[in-house]
Protein backbone atom coordinates (compact mmCIF):
# COMPACT_ATOMS: atom_id res chain seq x y z
CA UNK A 1 0.00 0.00 0.00
CA UNK A 2 1.07 3.78 -0.74
CA UNK A 3 0.86 6.23 1.84
CA UNK A 4 1.31 10.21 1.48
CA UNK A 5 4.52 11.09 3.95
CA UNK A 6 2.72 14.07 5.30
CA UNK A 7 5.39 13.62 8.39
CA UNK A 8 8.46 13.89 5.81
CA UNK A 9 6.27 17.57 4.37
CA UNK A 10 6.75 16.53 0.78
CA UNK A 11 3.55 15.64 -0.25
CA UNK A 12 5.51 12.23 -2.30
CA UNK A 13 4.17 8.98 -2.09
CA UNK A 14 5.99 6.86 -0.41
CA UNK A 15 5.86 2.68 -0.02
CA UNK A 16 3.94 2.14 3.59
CA UNK A 17 6.48 0.91 5.94
CA UNK A 18 4.91 -1.73 8.72
CA UNK A 19 8.05 -1.63 10.45
CA UNK A 20 8.02 2.46 10.89
CA UNK A 21 3.90 2.33 11.78
CA UNK A 22 4.23 0.12 14.40
CA UNK A 23 7.64 2.08 15.48
CA UNK A 24 4.90 4.90 15.84
CA UNK A 25 1.85 3.33 17.45
CA UNK A 26 4.69 1.87 20.05
CA UNK A 27 5.74 5.74 20.61
CA UNK A 28 2.17 7.06 20.42
CA UNK A 29 0.86 4.53 23.19
CA UNK A 30 4.28 4.41 25.27
CA UNK A 31 3.62 8.36 25.52
CA UNK A 32 -0.21 8.52 26.54
CA UNK A 33 0.53 5.44 29.47
CA UNK A 34 3.26 7.13 31.15
CA UNK A 35 1.11 9.39 33.34
CA UNK A 36 -0.94 6.37 34.62
CA UNK A 37 2.41 4.26 34.58
CA UNK A 38 3.35 6.56 37.30
CA UNK A 39 0.77 6.49 39.21
CA UNK A 40 0.66 2.16 38.98
CA UNK A 41 4.10 1.85 40.24
CA UNK A 42 5.51 0.18 36.55
CA UNK A 43 8.32 2.20 36.91
CA UNK A 44 11.20 0.79 39.27
CA UNK A 45 14.89 1.03 39.30
CA UNK A 46 17.87 -1.13 38.78
CA UNK A 47 21.79 -0.37 40.46
CA UNK A 48 24.56 -1.07 38.50
CA UNK A 49 27.90 -0.47 40.53
CA UNK A 50 30.46 2.44 40.35
CA UNK A 51 34.05 0.66 41.24
CA UNK A 52 37.35 1.70 42.00
CA UNK A 53 39.80 0.55 39.62
CA UNK A 54 42.33 0.64 42.14
CA UNK A 55 40.82 -2.29 44.24
CA UNK A 56 37.44 -3.29 42.83
CA UNK A 57 35.00 -1.27 45.84
CA UNK A 58 31.91 -0.72 45.03
CA UNK A 59 32.14 3.06 45.48
CA UNK A 60 28.53 4.16 44.22
CA UNK A 61 25.33 2.88 42.39
CA UNK A 62 24.09 4.74 39.05
CA UNK A 63 20.31 4.07 39.51
CA UNK A 64 18.72 2.93 35.98
CA UNK A 65 15.29 2.86 35.29
CA UNK A 66 13.34 0.31 33.93
CA UNK A 67 9.41 0.21 32.99
CA UNK A 68 7.08 -2.93 33.38
CA UNK A 69 4.43 -2.49 30.84
CA UNK A 70 1.51 -4.26 31.25
CA UNK A 71 0.80 -5.59 28.08
CA UNK A 72 4.25 -4.50 26.26
CA UNK A 73 6.36 -6.25 29.46
CA UNK A 74 9.83 -4.60 30.22
CA UNK A 75 10.64 -1.93 27.88
CA UNK A 76 13.92 -0.44 27.95
CA UNK A 77 15.19 3.10 28.52
CA UNK A 78 16.58 3.42 25.56
CA UNK A 79 12.97 3.03 24.33
CA UNK A 80 10.66 5.43 26.26
CA UNK A 81 13.47 8.11 27.62
CA UNK A 82 13.30 9.64 24.13
CA UNK A 83 9.40 9.77 23.79
CA UNK A 84 9.47 10.94 27.82
CA UNK A 85 11.41 14.16 26.86
CA UNK A 86 10.27 14.76 23.59
CA UNK A 87 6.80 14.85 25.68
CA UNK A 88 7.58 16.60 28.69
CA UNK A 89 6.60 13.25 30.89
CA UNK A 90 10.52 13.40 31.80
CA UNK A 91 10.06 15.72 34.21
CA UNK A 92 7.26 13.81 36.13
CA UNK A 93 9.38 10.46 35.41
CA UNK A 94 13.18 12.47 36.64
CA UNK A 95 11.64 13.60 39.50
CA UNK A 96 10.23 10.26 41.10
CA UNK A 97 13.82 8.48 40.00
CA UNK A 98 15.28 11.25 41.88
CA UNK A 99 13.04 10.31 45.48
CA UNK A 100 13.69 6.74 44.65
CA UNK A 101 17.07 6.77 44.04
CA UNK A 102 17.30 9.48 47.46
CA UNK A 103 15.57 6.82 49.17
CA UNK A 104 17.64 3.94 48.50
CA UNK A 105 20.89 5.71 49.25
CA UNK A 106 19.70 6.87 52.76
CA UNK A 107 18.43 3.28 53.22
CA UNK A 108 21.78 2.09 52.82
CA UNK A 109 23.58 4.75 54.59
CA UNK A 110 21.46 3.53 57.36
CA UNK A 111 21.74 -0.02 57.00
CA UNK A 112 26.04 0.06 56.60
CA UNK A 113 27.05 3.36 57.27
CA UNK A 114 28.59 3.92 54.22
CA UNK A 115 28.90 7.86 54.61
CA UNK A 116 31.06 7.80 51.23
CA UNK A 117 28.76 5.80 48.88
CA UNK A 118 26.29 7.30 46.35
CA UNK A 119 23.53 7.18 44.25
CA UNK A 120 24.49 8.56 40.73
CA UNK A 121 20.79 9.72 39.05
CA UNK A 122 20.60 10.60 35.38
CA UNK A 123 19.31 14.15 35.01
CA UNK A 124 17.35 14.78 31.30
CA UNK A 125 18.73 18.25 29.58
CA UNK A 126 14.58 19.39 29.76
CA UNK A 127 14.94 19.22 33.74
CA UNK A 128 17.91 20.92 33.97
CA UNK A 129 16.38 23.49 32.11
CA UNK A 130 13.34 23.96 34.86
CA UNK A 131 13.27 26.53 36.95
CA UNK A 132 12.47 24.54 40.24
CA UNK A 133 15.48 22.18 39.41
CA UNK A 134 18.04 23.04 42.00
CA UNK A 135 14.84 23.52 44.61
CA UNK A 136 13.67 20.32 43.90
CA UNK A 137 16.84 18.41 44.45
CA UNK A 138 17.87 20.30 47.63
CA UNK A 139 14.24 19.36 48.62
CA UNK A 140 14.23 15.83 47.81
CA UNK A 141 17.79 15.82 49.87
CA UNK A 142 16.38 17.62 52.77
CA UNK A 143 13.21 15.95 52.73
CA UNK A 144 15.00 11.89 52.64
CA UNK A 145 17.71 13.60 55.47
CA UNK A 146 20.42 12.52 52.59
CA UNK A 147 23.76 14.30 52.70
CA UNK A 148 24.21 15.94 49.62
CA UNK A 149 27.54 14.03 48.74
CA UNK A 150 25.59 10.76 48.95
CA UNK A 151 23.68 11.92 45.80
CA UNK A 152 25.64 12.05 42.41
CA UNK A 153 23.37 13.85 39.48
CA UNK A 154 24.62 12.77 35.29
CA UNK A 155 24.22 15.34 32.95
CA UNK A 156 25.19 14.57 29.04
CA UNK A 157 27.41 17.19 27.57
CA UNK A 158 24.60 18.44 25.37
CA UNK A 159 22.64 19.49 28.30
CA UNK A 160 25.24 21.92 30.07
CA UNK A 161 25.86 23.14 26.14
CA UNK A 162 23.04 24.68 24.70
CA UNK A 163 21.82 27.43 26.73
CA UNK A 164 25.09 27.73 28.97
CA UNK A 165 23.93 30.31 31.52
CA UNK A 166 21.18 29.05 33.37
CA UNK A 167 22.59 25.43 33.34
CA UNK A 168 25.79 26.87 34.77
CA UNK A 169 24.19 28.74 37.51
CA UNK A 170 22.35 25.47 38.43
CA UNK A 171 25.23 23.54 38.29
CA UNK A 172 26.82 25.78 40.83
CA UNK A 173 24.20 26.02 43.19
CA UNK A 174 24.18 22.06 43.20
CA UNK A 175 28.05 21.66 43.24
CA UNK A 176 28.09 24.55 46.11
CA UNK A 177 25.19 22.67 48.28
CA UNK A 178 27.86 19.27 47.41
CA UNK A 179 26.47 17.45 45.05
CA UNK A 180 28.56 15.24 43.12
CA UNK A 181 28.11 16.16 39.33
CA UNK A 182 29.25 14.13 36.40
CA UNK A 183 29.06 14.73 32.89
CA UNK A 184 27.53 11.39 31.03
CA UNK A 185 28.62 9.41 27.34
CA UNK A 186 31.21 11.44 27.19
CA UNK A 187 32.93 11.54 23.55
CA UNK A 188 29.77 10.87 22.41
CA UNK A 189 28.97 14.99 21.26
CA UNK A 190 30.97 17.57 20.86
CA UNK A 191 33.73 16.69 23.38
CA UNK A 192 34.76 20.12 24.58
CA UNK A 193 37.57 19.98 27.43
CA UNK A 194 37.89 23.32 27.33
CA UNK A 195 34.13 24.06 28.37
CA UNK A 196 34.26 21.31 30.93
CA UNK A 197 37.44 23.09 32.40
CA UNK A 198 34.93 25.61 33.40
CA UNK A 199 31.83 23.64 34.84
CA UNK A 200 31.58 22.48 38.00
CA UNK A 201 31.40 18.95 37.50
CA UNK A 202 33.31 16.54 39.73
CA UNK A 203 33.83 13.49 37.27
CA UNK A 204 33.72 12.38 33.46
CA UNK A 205 32.50 9.61 32.45
CA UNK A 206 33.49 7.93 29.02
CA UNK A 207 30.95 6.42 26.86
CA UNK A 208 31.36 2.67 26.37
CA UNK A 209 31.80 3.38 22.37
CA UNK A 210 34.97 4.58 23.06
CA UNK A 211 35.92 1.53 24.14
CA UNK A 212 33.41 -1.41 22.64
CA UNK A 213 35.28 -1.56 19.40
CA UNK A 214 37.98 -3.31 20.66
CA UNK A 215 38.14 -6.55 18.37
CA UNK A 216 38.65 -9.53 20.04
CA UNK A 217 42.07 -10.23 21.15
CA UNK A 218 43.09 -6.55 20.99
CA UNK A 219 42.95 -4.81 24.16
CA UNK A 220 41.58 -1.50 22.49
CA UNK A 221 42.54 -0.19 19.40
CA UNK A 222 45.41 2.29 18.34
CA UNK A 223 43.39 5.16 17.91
CA UNK A 224 40.66 5.02 20.59
CA UNK A 225 43.64 3.90 23.16
CA UNK A 226 45.06 7.56 21.97
CA UNK A 227 41.64 9.18 22.52
CA UNK A 228 41.21 7.49 25.60
CA UNK A 229 44.82 8.39 27.33
CA UNK A 230 44.36 11.78 26.01
CA UNK A 231 40.79 12.36 27.69
CA UNK A 232 42.21 10.80 31.15
CA UNK A 233 45.09 12.94 31.44
CA UNK A 234 43.02 16.29 30.25
CA UNK A 235 40.79 15.50 33.02
CA UNK A 236 43.11 14.81 35.70
CA UNK A 237 44.41 18.26 35.04
CA UNK A 238 41.44 20.09 35.16
CA UNK A 239 40.37 17.99 38.21
CA UNK A 240 38.26 15.71 37.37
CA UNK A 241 38.28 12.31 37.84
CA UNK A 242 37.21 9.91 35.38
CA UNK A 243 35.03 6.69 34.79
CA UNK A 244 35.03 4.38 31.90
CA UNK A 245 31.32 3.22 30.90
CA UNK A 246 31.12 -0.42 29.57
CA UNK A 247 34.19 -1.92 30.84
CA UNK A 248 33.00 -5.67 29.84
CA UNK A 249 36.78 -7.77 29.81
CA UNK A 250 39.76 -7.78 31.78
CA UNK A 251 42.22 -6.45 29.51
CA UNK A 252 40.29 -3.62 29.16
CA UNK A 253 40.06 -2.81 33.05
CA UNK A 254 43.75 -3.43 32.71
CA UNK A 255 44.51 -0.85 30.18
CA UNK A 256 42.90 1.94 32.22
CA UNK A 257 44.14 0.98 35.17
CA UNK A 258 47.65 1.56 33.46
CA UNK A 259 46.38 4.75 31.89
CA UNK A 260 45.03 5.91 35.59
CA UNK A 261 41.44 5.95 35.17
CA UNK A 262 39.94 6.16 38.02
CA UNK A 263 36.68 4.10 38.28
CA UNK A 264 34.76 1.42 36.07
CA UNK A 265 31.69 0.24 35.17
CA UNK A 266 30.26 -2.39 33.60
CA UNK A 267 29.82 -6.05 32.75
CA UNK A 268 33.28 -7.33 34.05
CA UNK A 269 32.11 -5.65 37.69
CA UNK A 270 28.39 -6.74 37.36
CA UNK A 271 25.38 -5.44 35.12
CA UNK A 272 22.22 -3.15 36.57
CA UNK A 273 20.84 -5.23 39.26
CA UNK A 274 17.62 -4.97 41.31
CA UNK A 275 17.89 -3.51 44.77
CA UNK A 276 18.14 -6.75 46.86
CA UNK A 277 21.29 -7.48 44.63
CA UNK A 278 22.69 -4.64 45.07
CA UNK A 279 22.10 -4.52 48.80
CA UNK A 280 23.58 -8.06 48.76
CA UNK A 281 26.58 -6.55 47.41
CA UNK A 282 27.06 -3.64 49.82
CA UNK A 283 26.39 -6.37 52.42
CA UNK A 284 29.52 -8.54 51.38
CA UNK A 285 31.97 -5.93 51.16
CA UNK A 286 31.41 -4.98 54.51
CA UNK A 287 31.52 -7.91 55.83
CA UNK A 288 35.16 -8.36 53.89
CA UNK A 289 36.02 -4.81 55.30
CA UNK A 290 34.71 -5.69 58.89
CA UNK A 291 37.00 -9.05 58.87
CA UNK A 292 40.64 -7.71 57.71
P1 LIG B 1 23.73 5.58 30.52
O1 LIG B 1 23.42 6.64 31.52
O2 LIG B 1 24.97 5.78 29.72
O3 LIG B 1 23.74 4.22 31.34
C1 LIG B 1 24.59 3.16 31.05
C2 LIG B 1 23.93 2.16 30.14
O4 LIG B 1 24.92 1.24 29.69
C3 LIG B 1 22.86 1.31 30.82
O5 LIG B 1 21.87 1.00 29.86
C4 LIG B 1 23.64 0.07 31.21
O6 LIG B 1 22.83 -1.07 31.35
C5 LIG B 1 24.55 -0.08 30.01
N1 LIG B 1 25.77 -0.83 30.34
C6 LIG B 1 26.44 -0.82 31.50
N2 LIG B 1 27.54 -1.59 31.45
C7 LIG B 1 27.58 -2.13 30.21
C8 LIG B 1 28.50 -3.03 29.54
O7 LIG B 1 29.50 -3.50 30.09
N3 LIG B 1 28.23 -3.33 28.25
C9 LIG B 1 27.13 -2.84 27.61
N4 LIG B 1 26.96 -3.19 26.34
N5 LIG B 1 26.25 -2.00 28.21
C10 LIG B 1 26.47 -1.65 29.50
P2 LIG B 1 20.31 1.15 30.16
O8 LIG B 1 20.01 0.78 31.57
O9 LIG B 1 19.60 0.44 29.06
O10 LIG B 1 20.08 2.69 30.03
C11 LIG B 1 20.25 3.33 28.79
C12 LIG B 1 20.24 4.82 28.93
O11 LIG B 1 18.94 5.29 29.31
C13 LIG B 1 21.18 5.36 29.99
O12 LIG B 1 22.49 5.41 29.48
C14 LIG B 1 20.59 6.73 30.23
O13 LIG B 1 21.02 7.65 29.25
C15 LIG B 1 19.12 6.49 30.03
N6 LIG B 1 18.46 6.40 31.35
C16 LIG B 1 18.33 5.33 32.17
N7 LIG B 1 17.69 5.67 33.30
C17 LIG B 1 17.41 7.00 33.19
C18 LIG B 1 16.75 7.96 34.04
O14 LIG B 1 16.29 7.67 35.16
N8 LIG B 1 16.66 9.24 33.57
C19 LIG B 1 17.15 9.61 32.35
N9 LIG B 1 17.01 10.89 31.96
N10 LIG B 1 17.78 8.75 31.54
C20 LIG B 1 17.91 7.46 31.96
MG1 LIG C 1 24.20 7.58 33.06
MG1 LIG D 1 26.53 6.85 30.73
MG1 LIG E 1 26.63 5.80 27.90
Known amino acids: TLYQAKAHGSGRWERY ?3 RGEQELTRHSLATAMPAALAHNEFLLHYQPLVSLADSSVRGFEALVRWDHPRLGRVSPGQFIPVAEETGNINALGQWV ?4 CLQARRWFDEFGLDDLYVSVNVAATQLRQ ?19 CLQLELTESAVAGDTQGALVALRELAA ?5 AIDDFGTGYSNLAHLGRLPVHQLKIDRSLLSSSRKGEVVDPARDKIIAGTISLAHSLELDVLAEGVETTPQADRLRLLQCDYAQGMLFGGPVPVSEATEVLA ?3 RRANSA
Do not use: K, N, S
Not at 98 to 101: I, N, P, R, S
Not at 131 to 149: I, N, S, W
Open 17 to 19: DPA
Open 98 to 101: LEQG
Open 131 to 149: PTFVADVLGTLDQVGLPAM
Open 177 to 181: AGVRL
Open 284 to 286: CQT
